[in-house]
């Protein structure tokens, strides 16, 4: 008692120093809550990796040379890197990158969300860090696939996924959005085994090396390894596709629009300056339908619908090279400047392709998507810029981010006008190219450049959807409402729904716009009349499946075991294991399913359906 009496003081008074001296600011640039790191005096400018990928033991294993800057008040101050779960084995400092004396380092606590700090001392005048280290088997950035859950069944997967805060599980590294590095790596994998990264690929003509190079700066999470069995077919002279060899010829034929789509880009927002756009198809327990990964988008293979259906995604991550990965989020914090302006650039370069009708019903069932998610979000996670102190910044990944940022965009478009509304986004895309930027950044580029009588302070920092919002409409959507809603009556029989002749998105907007509950036999009727629990579309299927679940529709029950245990895209199995939490017997077969499946899933998604099923849901 006597001695806490005395240590909590203390305690205090020197976590209240370390709080008080981080919240220091240096710059302008506001502290990331989620990093460690202390970039505004010692700033790392340059990643070197030299890895060896153990499959054996599952894990990385090798140096990471990391060049440094130091800020003129930044003399004498540690580096302070972000990791998780690391073993580290040395530390090293240099002045010249050449002579190497060990240098003092220590490990921190570790905190449940942010992993732990490493701290290095480096004498003066050090440049050069070198550590030797070995990731844990429980990386959170890395899945380990075994050959039966690839498409090949013969050669092992590994893929990292390192946003949002996840690259410091397998590279020590100041691990926040507001700090861009180049990089360069040298990746040992065994023989058989093609290794790929967001980078350049430079030949070195050795069996199992292969070494790369990122010559833009980019922030950490946009660092990204994936090795296995991979083929390559070319799209065109700037594109192709990296994936299994019996995934590859279906996947080239599903995206052969890609081309295109860098060219429609290209013409509203300026050159694509990344060299190559390569898409890479993982195996189906990717945790994402897709990942911006800079040159190398990595995409869910549940997009492959065999009619371009849902291409949209690579417009998405193709429109990521502007909007997230030139001009990138300062913070989680500010997560709708990546997520907003990309469903935006998206929904433009659909309309360019595919026409305003397919953009438009896009944009309808992501804003009805939109309405159905704020109803249970609180208040304060439905503004544009977030506070997430002390929280994952993946609660900050909601439609609010997504669809209400990309309404925000659309209505400043409608009150400004498009020509001068493009000519506009061009303008900031390169006023902040390969910079990391906050709200208050945009707002005041806006401001100086573009008047317009938006309430912008209300979009950014006020809950819901502001009045006055430029909401998408879809003629054809709105005939599938008055369908969906004559049916659920019984006013029309299934006989009179175009269902064969509808386009994806109709499907989709005319099984939401049914009833929640119209019950097994009417779900019985439907299924006999199209064969929905037989679709090869993951969107059709996610949502049949969940309202399977919701009206306890049997004959969908093996097909949904099949789909939690093959797939792990998180925005499909997730809402698929809350639904169930819902009933004691969903609850029951949805954990029987789980603890055959969760060895396929990522260690995120994981994570997200152990809470998913915890507790009944509701
Ligand atoms: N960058 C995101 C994926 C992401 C977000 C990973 C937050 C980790 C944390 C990617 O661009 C994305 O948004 N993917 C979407 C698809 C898109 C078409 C909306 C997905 O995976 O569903
Ligand atoms: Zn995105």
Excluded at 108 to 131: C, E, N, Q
Excluded at 147 to 170: N, Y
Excluded at 481 to 504: C, E, F, H, N, V
Excluded at 544 to 566: D, Q, T, V
Aim: glycine share 6%; with cysteine.
């Amino acid at each position: 008692m006597f001695f806490m009496r005395l240590v909590s003081p203390l305690l205090c008074f020197v976590l209240l120093l370390a709080v008080s001296c981080r919240r220091t600011p240096s710059n302008e640039r506001p502290k990331d809550p989620h990093s460690y790191s202390n970039p505004e005096l010692v700033r790392v400018r340059h990643v070197d990796l030299d890895l060896e990928v153990l499959f054996e033991q599952k894990a990385l294993q090798g140096t990471a040379v990391l060049a440094l800057e130091r800020a003129k008040d930044g003399n004498g101050a540690p580096l302070i890197l972000d990791t998780r779960d690391l073993r580290i084995e040395s530390v090293e400092g240099s002045r010249d990158g050449t002579n190497w004396s060990p240098a003092k380092f220590e490990v921190g606590a570790t905190d449940p969300i942010l992993g732990a700090p490493l701290t290095i001392h480096l004498p003066a005048g050090g440049k050069h860090v070198r550590i030797r280290y070995m990731t844990s088997p429980n990386a959170t950035a890395l899945q380990w696939l075994e050959p039966a859950q690839t498409a090949g069944k013969k050669l092992p997967f590994l893929f990292t996924q390192s946003q949002a805060i996840h690259a410091r599980s397998w590279i020590p590294l100041q691990d926040s959005p507001g700090v861009r590095v180049t990089y360069s790596a040298r990746i040992r994998v065994a023989k058989g085994l093609r290794a790929v990264m967001s980078a350049e690929h430079v030949e070195t003509g050795i069996e199992g090396e292969f070494r790369f190079r990122m010559a833009q700066p980019i922030p950490s999470y946009l660092i990204a390894l994936a090795v296995g069995d991979l083929a390559f077919r070319p799209l065109g002279s700037r594109t192709g596709v990296y994936a299994e060899p019996s995934v590859v010829d279906a996947a080239a034929r599903e995206f052969e629009d890609t081309e295109k789509m860098m060219q429609a880009a290209e013409e509203l927002y300026g050159p694509y300056r990344w060299g190559r756009y390569d898409l890479l198809i993982l195996p189906p327990s990717f945790p994402y339908g897709g990942m911006e990964n800079p040159r190398l988008t990595f995409t869910s293979p549940t997009v492959i619908a065999g009619d371009k259906s849902l291409v949209s995604l690579v417009a998405h991550e193709l429109a990521h090279s502007w909007s997230g990965n030139l001009v990138t989020n300062a913070t989680w914090d500010h997560f709708w400047l990546n997520e907003g302006f990309t469903v935006y650039v998206e929904q433009r370069i659909i309309e360019k392709i595919y026409g305003k009708e397919r953009a438009e019903m896009e944009a309808v069932l992501a804003t009805e998507s939109l309405k159905r998610e704020m109803e249970r979000l609180e208040p304060r996670d439905q503004a544009l810029q977030l506070d997430l102190r002390g929280r994952d910044p993946d609660a900050g990944s909601t439609d609010v981010a997504y669809v209400k940022g990309a309404l925000f965009l659309r209505t400043i478009e409608r009150a400004s006008g498009r020509t001068a509304f493009d000519a506009f986004l061009r303008s900031y895309f390169d006023r902040f190219a390969f910079r990391s930027v906050t709200t208050k950044d945009f707002l005041d580029y806006l401001a100086k450049d573009l008047k317009t009588n938006v309430p912008v302070e209300v979009w950014v920092h006020k809950p819901g959807l502001p009045s006055g919002a430029a909401l998408p409409v879809s003629d054809a959507l709105a005939k599938v409402s008055d369908l969906a809603g004559q049916w659920a009556q019984g006013t029309i029989p299934s006989s009179s729904i175009p269902y064969a002749k509808w386009s994806t998105q109709e499907r989709l907007h005319f099984l939401q716009a049914l009833p929640a509950d119209p019950g097994g036999r009417r779900m019985h009727a439907l299924d006999q009349a199209f064969g929905i629990t037989k679709s090869g579309n993951a969107e059709v299927l996610q949502q049949w499946l969940l309202m399977s679940i919701r009206n306890g529709y049997a004959p969908a029950s093996a097909k949904l075991e099949e789909f939690l245990m093959s797939v792990g895209r998180m925005r499909y199995i997730r809402p698929l294991y809350e639904e169930l939490a819902k009933t004691p017997e969903g609850m029951e077969q949805g954990r029987a399913i789980f603890v055959k499946a969760r060895a396929g899933y990522h260690p995120i998604a994981t994570a997200t359906i152990e809470t998913a099923l915890r507790r009944p849901n509701r």
